[in-house]
């Protein structure tokens, strides 16, 4: 069954207008941000496909790529960049994606890139049932992506 549709309170629609990266942005909602800058925002996610799983996020809200303003290409592209670096002290192997669309399996319409650092996982596009982000080891992964 290929669930779609957008949840209520984690991607917002016409009667329940809370995004919850927005309230991230904000810090209404707790995450484990490990950088940011005028025109982006990194954290921890939730419900993490490998230790360090990252989204980079624009701090304005937008729903998908197509819809960033090409002025702002070049500070998201070099905070991606950046981001980019400082996944490789966990891994120099990763995955940098962007679900576009509820059937490409964007579930919060607020535009994101995945960073996945990878460890030898038999096949990393191979979905599973994903543990919610360990409270005490995303301390010690804060400290390692956190520092400048
Ligand atoms: P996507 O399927 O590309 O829309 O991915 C959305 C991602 O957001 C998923 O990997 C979720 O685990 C993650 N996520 C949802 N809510 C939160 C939250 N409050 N803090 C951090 N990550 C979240
Ligand atoms: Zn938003």
């Given amino acids: 069954m290929i669930l779609v549709g957008r949840h209520p309170v984690l991607m917002g629609d016409a009667k329940s207008p809370l995004c919850i990266f927005c309230e ?10 490990v950088y940011e800058d ?22 304005h809200h937008i729903d998908r790529l197509t819809d960033l303003p090409e002025s702002e290409y070049p500070g998201f592209l070099r905070a991606l960049s950046h981001i980019c670096q400082r996944v490789e002290r966990l891994s120099r192997h ?7 669309g509820e059937l ?6 607020h ?3 995945h960073l996945i650092p ?12 994903r543990e919610r ?4 080891d995303a301390q010690e992964v804060v400290r390692i ?4």
Avoid: K, M
């Fill in 38 to 59: 005028e025109a982006c925002v990194a954290f921890l996610d939730l419900f993490p496909f490998t230790r360090g799983h990252l989204l980079l996020v624009p701090r």
């Fill in 24 to 33: 991230i942005i904000a810090r209404r909602s707790p995450a484990h941000i």
């Fill in 145 to 148: 992506l956190a520092a400048p």
């Fill in 133 to 136: 982000l360990d409270e005490v």
């Fill in 111 to 113: 535009l994101h890139f």
């Fill in 94 to 100: 990763y995955n940098v994606s962007a679900n576009q």
């Fill in 118 to 129: 990878r460890y030898g996982e038999a096949n990393p596009f191979r979905t599973h049932p």
């Fill in 104 to 109: 490409a399996g964007q579930i919060v319409f």
